[in-house]
């Protein structure tokens, strides 16, 4: 009896202690498994963070990117600042062709029919204030011009037929270039009719001097 009572007793503590040890297992299975959730959440947090830098990137890239753009949009306003500046043209007194020696001898056309210089001279329908008006409005300064500041007078010569109609006029002497010269040529071509000149009270063709000036306005 005694020995089956020592045989109990330790198979009693077999049993205690496996449920001992089972029991330590447990805590320490819990204990990693909470180790390793840390360390889960400590990965995503860590990658979050590596997923938003190019982010961060990109709005920096776009902060560097604003002084560029303000000095793009001083160019456009500056371009506008020109832009915004005007040309005008005036006109000069119908310049004589020849002197007041040459006009005392017998007025005599050149090999075209033209003369130099006429008894009567050619007028434009108005006089000199019409004839102001018409250039002033209908001068079209270029750009070009315009943003090269430039500025001066043309001389330009045409003839008057017997007509009045305004024939062949070109700049002679000096040139503005920018297409001055062409436009002071233009618009004289597509003027109106004048009254032609005379010697000896017939109608003639005669040759016309006139200055074109141009100048910008702010």
Same mark, same amino acid.
């Given at each position: 009896?005694?020995?089956? /009572?020592?045989?109990?007793?330790?198979?009693?503590? #077999?049993? #205690?202690?496996?449920?001992?040890?089972?029991?330590?297992?447990?805590?320490? !299975?819990?204990?990693? !498994?909470?180790?390793? /959730?840390?360390?889960?959440?400590?990965?995503?947090?860590?990658? *979050?963070?590596? *997923?938003?830098?190019?982010?961060?990137?990109?709005?920096?890239?776009?902060?560097?990117?604003?002084?560029?753009?303000?000095?793009?949009?001083?160019?456009?306003?500056?371009?506008?600042?020109?832009?915004?500046?005007?040309?005008?043209? /005036?006109?000069?007194?119908?310049?004589?062709?020849?002197?007041?020696?040459?006009?005392?001898?017998?007025?005599?056309?050149?090999?075209?029919?033209?003369?130099?210089?006429?008894?009567?001279?050619?007028?434009?329908?108005?006089?000199?204030?019409?004839?102001?008006?018409?250039?002033?409005?209908?001068?079209?300064?270029?750009? *070009?011009?315009?943003?090269?500041?430039?500025?001066?007078?043309?001389?330009?010569?045409?003839?008057?037929?017997?007509?009045?109609?305004?024939?062949?006029?070109?700049?002679?002497? !000096?040139? #503005?270039?920018?297409? #001055?010269?062409?436009?002071?040529?233009?618009?004289? /071509?597509?003027?109106?009719?004048? !009254?032609?000149? *005379?010697?000896?009270?017939?109608?003639?063709?005669?040759?016309?001097?006139?200055?074109?000036?141009?100048?910008?306005?702010?």
């Amino acid at each position: 009896m005694k020995r089956n /009572s020592n045989i109990q007793a330790i198979i009693a503590a #077999l049993g #205690l202690l496996v449920f001992i040890t089972a029991c330590t297992n447990n805590n320490q !299975s819990t204990k990693s !498994s909470a180790y390793d /959730s840390s360390n889960v959440a400590t990965t995503n947090d860590t990658s *979050m963070n590596h *997923m938003q830098q190019p982010t961060d990137t990109a709005t920096t890239n776009i902060a560097a990117e604003k002084p560029v753009n303000k000095e793009a949009s001083n160019k456009s306003a500056n371009k506008t600042t020109v832009a915004k500046k005007k040309g005008k043209a /005036s006109v000069g007194t119908i310049a004589e062709t020849k002197s007041i020696a040459e006009k005392k001898t017998t007025f005599k056309p050149d090999a075209n029919g033209i003369y130099d210089a006429a008894e009567v001279r050619p007028a434009y329908p108005g006089g000199q204030a019409a004839l102001s008006d018409y250039v002033a409005n209908h001068i079209d300064y270029p750009q *070009m011009a315009i943003d090269d500041n430039k500025e001066g007078t043309v001389n330009v010569v045409f003839v008057v037929d017997e007509n009045g109609k305004v024939q062949d006029a070109k700049v002679v002497g !000096s040139k #503005l270039g920018d297409g #001055l010269d062409e436009e002071a040529e233009r618009v004289i /071509s597509t003027m109106p009719k004048w !009254s032609a000149g *005379m010697v000896k009270g017939k109608s003639v063709k005669a040759r016309v001097t006139l200055p074109i000036t141009y100048k910008i306005e702010e």
